[in-house]
């Protein structure tokens, strides 16, 4: 593993980077629920010099500025099969869209599984890039991020459609 990590000020707060080769395999927050141990981010390098922090900071900047919806960066995530499985399905949550944990349960086979995908989403190691902010409670209420609850609210005000903020009474 050749693994190296940055970190960049954003909206968001200072975030860590963390990649390995070509791809990111970690986007953390400042009191990141399941941080990675210290030895798996490799030693620190400025964003400046790194082709691939670059780019990732990058477009982070341009979909908090609301120019991107989607992130082209190559991201690489280290888990086991089912965690696997929840983070594909993550990926495939359209930006503006909110999904909730049961219907990601449900998607894998099983309804039952809600809380075993909440743990999975909760260890998502590539926060944004990989939506997981896009997860709600089965009532539609924000629950769980491992950025935080006031992030997760950011970033779905952040995605939300014109037309739905038109029709905000607030």
């Not at 968001?12 to 990649?19: D, K, R, Y």
């Not at 743990?119 to 950025?147: E, K, M, W, Y």
Request: glycine content about 12%.
């Amino acid at each position: 593993m050749s693994a190296r990590h940055t970190r960049i000020d954003t909206g968001l707060g200072e975030l860590t980077f963390v990649a390995d080769g070509d791809e990111l395999i970690g986007l953390y927050f400042p009191g990141h629920w399941y941080p990675p141990k210290p030895e798996a981010i490799g030693p620190y390098v400025e964003a400046a010099d790194d082709a691939l922090f670059t780019r990732t900071a990058g477009e982070l900047a341009e979909y908090l500025a609301g120019r991107r919806t989607s992130f082209d960066v190559p991201v690489a995530l280290h888990g086991d099969d089912f965690q696997q499985r929840v983070w594909a399905l993550l990926r495939e949550i359209p930006h503006g869209v909110t999904t909730t944990y049961g219907a990601l349960a449900a998607e894998l086979g099983n309804p039952a599984l809600a809380q075993r995908v909440g743990q999975a989403v909760g260890r998502n190691p590539v926060s944004v890039i990989v939506p997981c902010h896009r997860v709600v409670g089965s009532d539609g209420r924000l629950t769980g991020f491992a950025g935080g609850l006031e992030r997760k609210q950011f970033l779905l005000e952040l995605e939300e459609p014109a037309e739905v903020k038109a029709g905000r009474l607030f």
